[in-house]
């Protein structure tokens, strides 16, 4: 177990919270993604994807004038199933469970969203080799469903495969309580 100490630079007492991941946040955002991925998304990427209204959410710390951006989400909706296609924490802030948080999350905005049929599955790909990301995945109750061969440019002309991992949304929360019917 790591110790509880608070990341750099970050104010113990800033309330942390998720905001829409609109086009105010996109150089707060491109500063983390070029500095998490050898092939980062582009500008035009996230702006694709505000344009398509995928499910996009940043994780933020303090108050607005002064605020922190830890890392951020971006989910596109399917029918009966959603795709994680990105999910990012800043360098300087891992390891103290904001993915953690931010999978947790998902998971209640899966199960909560208006959707006929309802979600009953999220997929991501991670690239075979990021281990880290394997097991926040399966710590989170993802499991292993196949490899995408070829799946990710490595960046020395070669390509990597893409693990394919998928949650089932019934095995990992129980259903929304009825609040009008349960105890005070
Ligand atoms: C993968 C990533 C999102 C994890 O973010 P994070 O905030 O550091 O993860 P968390 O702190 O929520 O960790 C959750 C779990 O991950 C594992 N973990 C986290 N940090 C770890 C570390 N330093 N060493 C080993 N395992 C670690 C642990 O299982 C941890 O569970 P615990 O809190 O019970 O110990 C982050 O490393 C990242 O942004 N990486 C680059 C981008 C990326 O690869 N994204 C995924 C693409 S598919």
Sequence with gaps: MRAATPPPFLDPAAEVRLEPLDATRLDAVLHIEQRAYSHPWTRGNFLDGLRA???????????????TVLGYYIVMQGVAEAHLLNITVAPEHRGHGWARLMLDALVLWARGVPAQPPLETLWLEVRASNQRAIQVYEAQGYRRMGLRKDYYPDGHGRREDALVMSLSLAAVAPAPRDHAQAPL
């Design 53 to 67: 209204g995928y499910h996009m959410r940043v994780l933020v710390a303090g108050e607005a004038s002064a605020q």
